[in-house]
């Protein structure tokens, strides 16, 4: 639980990090805050634990299936990739939404 609470508002911050910002701007807890309540607090929690349910549940298949030799390597390999690409995929997408309503939001002000 201490890990899903603290990676909640981890990723949003690298996600901020990997779009070109500073690195202690990117951990800044008000701006990641802005961050959240411009995709929405809901929206957003239901969408990580998606992604947090998905990585689970691959790891737990990862260990759970024992192959024989070169072929329990390659299967490892192939749940590794399907990890990571779920996380950057999911987070980008999170973030991309961000990013469009943040300009929706501008635009609207002006």
Known sequence: MIT???A???EISLARLADGG???GAFNILS???CIDTIGWRHYTADYTKIMLSI????YLQYGI???GFFNWVFDLIIDLMIFSIELVGIGMIYQEYKIKKVKRFIEID
Do not use: C, G, H
């Open 4 to 6: 899903y609470i603290v």
């Open 8 to 10: 909640f508002f981890l």
């Open 22 to 24: 500073r690195l202690l």
């Open 32 to 34: 990641i805050k802005r």
């Open 56 to 59: 689970t549940i691959l790891a």
């Open 66 to 68: 024992d192959m024989f």
